[in-house]
DNA sequence: TCTCAGATTAACT
DNA sequence: GTTAATCTGAGAC
């Protein structure tokens, strides 16, 4: 399982976004390593209204403002964890929002984490995967391009090419016009299905 | 199957 | 004081 290089994130964030759609997220926890397949990311970066990043540098964002290939991690509506992955070109503060994976490792351990026993139940929204896999804030700022308590790194085997569609961005009300969520095409473990 | 409000914290005005 | 990168159970239909 070999961690992507911090090159990887070193690009705009509506570039990785898409790139990082097919890779695993790993989280190691007491010694079980639960992953699943992203196949869902939203991309914020700093010249962007709805983004944190948009006004500057506070306590909670600072690590969209630091090297990329970090976790941010932060509160949201008083009960869920959401995840970033950290990126950024030059001066750009930004960073790609996990919105849904597949589960892949770990099964049992999300179903008891999330108390949940429908696959698709478990990972298909930013808060649920936080909880899934037992992410908080404790996790801020770790870095996710070495094998640790919580990385991403390109799946055991290569597979089928994945078919990333771009649609726009869910549950914010700033620049809504912008197609910067990708989902995997078709794939049941999103958070909420494409308009048909 | 769909719509709606409650939960609960932190950042910002 | 208001809003927010959300999820869930309850009640309507």
């Not at 932060?74 to 990126?87: E, I, Q, R």
Request: proline share 8%; hydrophobic share 40%; glycine share 10%.
């Amino acid at each position: 399982m070999q961690p992507l290089p911090r090159s990887f994130y070193e690009r705009h964030p509506a570039v990785v976004a898409p790139a990082l759609i097919g890779k695993l997220l790993v989280r190691e926890l007491d010694g079980e390593l639960l992953a699943g397949r992203i196949v869902e990311a939203e991309a914020y970066s700093s010249e962007d209204p709805a983004s944190h990043s948009y006004n500057g540098m506070t306590e909670r964002n600072r690590a969209m403002f630091g090297l990329p290939g970090h976790a941010y991690i932060y509160f949201s509506y008083g009960m869920h964890h959401c995840m970033n992955v950290t990126s950024r070109l030059d001066t750009d503060a930004g960073g790609v929002l996990i919105r849904a994976l597949e589960p892949v490792l770990g099964i049992e351990t999300m179903r008891r984490l999330r108390g949940r026993e429908k696959l698709t139940e478990l990972t298909s929204g930013p808060g649920k995967l936080a909880q899934a896999l037992a992410i908080d804030r404790a996790l801020y700022g770790v870095d996710i391009t070495e094998a640790g308590p919580l990385f991403v790194a390109e799946p055991a085997e290569p597979g089928t090419p994945v078919q990333v569609a771009a649609t726009p961005r869910i549950g914010i009300s700033k620049a809504v016009e912008l197609p910067w969520r990708f989902v995997e095409a078709g794939s049941r473990f999103i958070s909420c299905p494409p308009r048909r």
